[in-house]
């Protein structure tokens, strides 16, 4: 673990790189490691919270193995975004920010995707789905194993 | 013996149309096919060329056939046909819907005809992974002429002259900016390059960080040059992973020329860039916070009573600019400012890139000269409304902007009109929106944005956002009174006067203009309880017009709830009880015969 902090030196001003760091290694920031890296880089714990929930990339929550991100970017969002994210909180029965009880899958929405000429677009795990419909979302949750149970 | 050079179109909107598999599959059979025919081939992956909605495209040269919407399947055909033959491939053309016919060059058509590139110059032309194209293109030639034929004040009075205005938004003059951190004697100073793009519905700065990383590079050395700074900073958001790519790429490779560095081009002058990932925080992308977020704190603004060019990042004299600015620099010292200035209109010169959205025909990447009509924009770049429905508004300027409603099409665009207009040129999104786009969703839809990108340092901007967001998803749900459209007006001058920053005290414009432009949809929604564009559930109900429906079956076939009923030869009808309102019918239906109904019986 060290040497991932050791690839920076210890300024403050490294400190959000790090936390993106580790939320590329393990998913989301572990809570020990946010304890290691406030000793390692002497700032008190409760800064790095704060930093770790203001930075909309971070997460200190574990994430699915399929991460599914809808487009509600404001093409994406007039071409009706809405329903490609109701039709994935029905299936799944989790609603954006949240993960499935088995740790499958995870959902998120984010902005503009720069695919706006697919709109309504998603992606899983960096595969892009675009000119979505609602039966399509059905189809290729089934692909990857979901709303099996219908 | 006859060279050609096969382009394949690598911005992010083709990659997400799988052109990496085209590149990889002509890339092979092109080395395949090689050693027997007398026709050489180099595949490159370029960056965005702005007609997404015709990806992944494909471009030969010299011959300049464009090719569209290619698949991995095609390749064979085209390594076959044109690259070994010349012969062009008749059903890959673009189908020029203006013109009725298929075109062989993609600068045929009226999308690129109405353009003119300035910032995006090299995109779609050049491997931006190769700092030789960019240098063949005549990069770097604009810094030589900055370094060694030109002092300093030289490059400063010539951006002035050059009326450039900052591309981010406020569209504050460049040249006056550089003048007065230049007066501060106060080392060191920093130069900073904002690809923060936080507008949810653009991918302009992205576009050229992805496609040109070079010209921003090139553009900040030369105002490190005029403000004597020697060091810079590039701060593009994490999720942008390409642009990351291909800037730290352009950088290493412009250090490994003395590009960058010390001793540029051995002229005695030291400047290096560092890249600044981003976190994803909409308000960082305002300047002050964007400085803390470099700083490693939590991007909040400050007041801005001293300004950043005499006290910025750590305190310093700091410059910072908008990717497309910066992109405009080079330009500007190479063809000199009475060249940009004949470009535009007298407040506004030069080009803006604008990402052309929402309903229109022919979604992409743009660069027009200031002036030209949101007319031409929709209509001849962009081709019209999808399925010819009906033109409602544009919305400019991404959640701090406003709707312009059709009396006002053939307004010119540059900074003062859009202004006037009660929206504003932000950094440069334009959603097209039609008859089937709820105002007052889009309205919400920004407010909803920006309550949770709101920092929450000022009150009005955090408790005024939430409480409008409230009243606007009543009225979607229809619970909305007659009073609220008064309050709401209230509270977002309230907003605006007592939010420190700008995204506080813009954040009203969406509500503002849409109450403007669209009052008679609030009175639908609040008084007669029904959405007229279809799109709020509770206020919707769709009905099948008999006459119009051909009973073809496919809103039958797209519909998630199985709510449509029908047998061939016969008119199809709708389950009320069983809609769940998605609009799928509405959308699909080829004959326009599924309508949102007048009357929605509660
Ligand atoms: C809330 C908020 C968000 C902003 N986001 C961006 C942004 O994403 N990109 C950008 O270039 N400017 C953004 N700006 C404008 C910057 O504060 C700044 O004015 C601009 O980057 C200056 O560069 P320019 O003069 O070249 O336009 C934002 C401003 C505000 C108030
Ligand atoms: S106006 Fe809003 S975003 Fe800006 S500083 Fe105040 S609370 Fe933060
Ligand atoms: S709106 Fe959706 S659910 Fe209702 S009839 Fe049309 S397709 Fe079916
Ligand atoms: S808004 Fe969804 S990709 Fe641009």
């Given at each position: 673990m060290r040497t991932l902090f050791e690839k920076y030196p210890k300024e403050k001003r490294y400190t959000l790189s790090i936390l993106q760091d580790l939320q590329k290694q393990y998913g989301y920031i572990p809570k020990d490691k946010l304890i290691e890296l406030s000793q390692y880089m002497g700032i008190p714990l409760s800064r790095l919270y704060s930093m770790a929930t203001f930075y909309k990339a971070l997460s200190l929550k574990p994430k699915g193995k399929y991460i599914i991100k809808v487009c509600d970017g404001t093409a994406c969002h007039i071409r009706s975004s809405k329903t490609i994210l109701d039709e994935i909180e029905n299936t799944l029965g989790i609603k954006p920010g949240e993960t499935t009880d088995d740790g499958k899958f995870s959902l998120e929405t984010v902005n503009c995707l720069g695919s706006c000429a697919i709109a309504p677009v998603m992606v899983i795990n960096n595969k892009y789905y675009g000119k979505l419909t609602s039966s399509m979302v059905r189809e290729i949750l089934k692909e990857y194993g979901g709303a099996d149970d219908e | 013996m006859m060279s050609r050079t096969v382009y394949v179109c690598c911005g992010t909107g083709c990659l997400a149309n799988n052109s990496m598999d085209v590149y990889k599959q002509l890339k092979k059979l092109a080395q395949k096919y090689e050693a027997d025919v007398e026709v050489k081939t180099i595949v490159k992956a370029t960056g965005c060329n702005g007609l997404c909605e015709k990806g992944p495209l494909v471009k030969i040269q010299p011959d300049n056939i464009c090719y569209s919407k290619v698949k991995p399947d095609d390749a064979e055909e085209i390594v076959k046909r044109t690259l070994m033959n010349g012969e062009i491939i008749d059903r890959l053309l673009i189908y020029d819907t203006a013109l009725k016919r298929r075109v062989i060059?993609?600068?045929?058509t009226d999308f690129y005809k109405c353009q003119m590139k300035i910032a995006l110059r090299n995109i779609g032309e050049?491997?931006?992974?190769?700092?030789d194209e960019y240098m063949e293109r005549g990069g770097y030639k604009a810094l030589r002429k900055a370094l060694f034929q030109m002092t300093p004040q030289d490059v400063i009075s010539e951006i002035e002259r050059s009326g450039l205005r900052g591309r981010g938004g406020g569209g504050f003059p460049t040249g006056v900016k550089w003048r007065q951190c230049s007066k501060f004697q106060n080392f060191p100073k920093y130069v900073i390059c904002n690809g923060d793009e936080g507008d949810p519905g653009a991918f302009m700065d992205r576009s050229i960080m992805e496609g040109d990383p070079n010209t921003v590079i090139e553009g900040m050395t030369i105002c490190a040059y005029s403000i004597n700074s020697n060091r810079g900073f590039i701060y593009i958001r994490d999720e942008y992973s390409l642009a990351l790519n291909n800037m730290n790429n352009a950088l290493n490779q412009a250090r490994e020329r003395g590009l960058l560095g010390k001793n540029i081009l051995n002229s005695g002058f030291d400047f290096d860039i560092e890249i600044v990932r981003g976190g994803g925080a909409f308000v960082c992308g305002e300047s002050t916070a964007l400085m803390q977020s470099i700083e490693g704190n939590v991007g909040e603004p400050r007041a801005k009573y001293i300004r950043s060019v005499e006290?910025?990042?750590?305190g310093q004299p700091t410059v910072l600019n908008n990717v497309e600015t910066w992109a405009n620099i080079p330009e500007i010292i190479m063809k000199g400012s009475d060249w940009f200035c004949s470009i535009g209109t007298e407040n506004s010169k030069g080009t803006k890139v604008f990402s052309l959205v929402g309903k229109v025909k022919n979604t992409g990447l743009v660069e027009i000269p200031m002036g030209t009509t949101l007319r031409e924009l929709v209509y001849k770049i962009g081709g019209g409304i999808i399925g010819d429905k009906k033109f409602k508004a544009v919305q400019t300027g991404g959640p701090s902007g406003g709707c312009i409603a059709e009396d006002l099409l053939d307004l010119p665009v540059d900074f003062d009109s859009l202004k006037e207009a009660g929206s504003m040129m932000g950094s440069g999104g334009i959603i097209v929106m039609d008859e089937r786009t709820c105002m007052i969703d889009v309205a919400r839809y920004y407010l909803s944005f920006l309550s949770e990108e709101s920092c929450g340092k000022c009150v009005a901007c955090r408790e005024g956002i939430k409480r409008m967001l409230e009243i606007l998803t009543d009225i979607c749900d229809g619970k909305g009174i007659e009073e609220d459209l008064e309050l709401l007006e209230s509270l977002c001058h309230t907003v605006e006067e007592a939010s420190l920053c700008g995204l506080g005290k813009t954040a009203p414009n969406p509500v503002l203009t849409t109450l403007k432009h669209f009052r008679n949809e609030y009175y639908a929604h609040i008084i007669e309880k029904r959405c007229p564009a279809g799109v709020c559930p509770e206020l919707t109900a769709y009905e099948i017009d008999k006459k119009l429906c051909?009973?073809?079956?496919l809103c039958a076939k797209n519909c998630p709830a199985s709510a449509i009923l029908g047998k061939r030869g016969e008119a199809y009808s709708i389950n009320t009880q069983l809609c769940i309102k998605c609009g799928n019918c509405i959308d699909s239906c080829r004959f326009n015969a599924v309508k949102v109904k007048k009357e929605v019986g509660k």
């Open positions: - | 060059s993609h600068k045929d050049i491997d931006p992974a190769n700092i006290k910025g990042l750590w051909k009973s073809c079956g």
